[in-house]
């Protein structure tokens, strides 16, 4: 099994592989899954401070915060898997 990673912002990465949805921290909904992640210890703070721009769900249940916007995640995720296609 190949485990491909991206990164998140300031060297922080992720397994691809793992992550159900990469979502905008701006509603209601989002700031109490948060809430709830940190209450349970299921959530990983990779913002170093800076402002939370996105918000990863991996399939463990753990909610982790990125101060990188969501679009450029997913940029990364795609042009990462289209790499990882052009090498097979």
């Known amino acids: 099994m190949d485990i491909k990673l991206v990164n998140i912002g300031f060297g922080n990465i992720v397994a691809a592989n793992r992550i159900i949805s990469i979502i905008s921290p701006e509603s209601a909904p989002i700031k109490r899954i948060i809430q709830e992640a940190r209450d349970k210890g299921m959530l990983v703070d990779a913002t170093y401070g800076r402002r939370t721009r996105?918000?990863?769900?991996?399939?463990?249940?753990?909610?982790?915060?990125?101060?990188?916007?969501?679009?450029?995640?997913?940029?990364?995720?795609?042009?990462?898997?289209?790499?990882?296609?052009e090498e097979e």
Request: no cysteine; glycine share 4%.
């Open 54 to 85: 996105a918000v990863v769900v991996v399939d463990s249940g753990h909610i982790i915060l990125s101060a990188v916007q969501p679009e450029t995640v997913a940029n990364r995720l795609v042009a990462q898997t289209a790499d990882s296609e």
